[in-house]
């Protein structure tokens, strides 16, 4: 049988093939967190993910909202700078995280016996970056 591209043409496109077949299954190298400090030091990479995602769902925001970001021409994507402090909203949540955390130390363990739900995020800001907080927040404008 005779291949219309050869035999070379054949072994060249499978190797190529391998190649990019076994680049699938490589672990891809990621930094390691940095300057963290509420979070745990040791968070694994995909448990910092959720987090984030969580934070980010509760107050209806993006990664930009709290980290310094870049556009890089000919991405789709930002370059985010997230050991960087210079955005204040940074360093709110992570008083907002020491708050939700004291709360439910302190108060919510006591109350029922300790059965309530704890406290978190989207308890007070339900989606929005700044939290419902009083009555007249709720009337239809």
Do not use: W
């Not at 060249?12 to 699938?24: E, L, R, S, W």
């Not at 021409?73 to 997230?82: A, H, L, S, W």
């Not at 402090?85 to 360093?91: A, I, T, Y």
Request: proline content about 5%; glycine content about 4%.
């Amino acid at each position: 049988m005779k291949l219309p591209f050869g035999h070379k043409a054949l072994t060249i496109a499978g190797f190529c093939i391998a190649i990019f077949a076994a680049q699938a299954f490589v672990p891809q190298h990621h930094e390691e967190p940095q300057n963290l400090k509420v979070l745990p030091k040791n968070i694994s990479e995909e448990e910092l993910h959720n987090v984030m995602r969580n934070y980010s769902m509760s107050l209806g925001v993006r990664c930009n909202y709290c980290h310094e970001s870049q556009k890089v021409e000919g991405q789709e994507r930002p370059k985010f700078d997230f050991a960087s402090d210079k955005k204040e909203e940074k360093e709110t949540a992570r008083d907002m995280m020491r708050m939700t955390e004291n709360i439910n130390k302190k108060y919510m363990s006591s109350i029922q016996n300790g059965t309530l739900k704890p406290v978190t995020c989207v308890t007070c800001h339900n989606g929005h970056a700044h939290p419902i907080n009083s009555v007249d927040s709720l009337k239809k404008q």
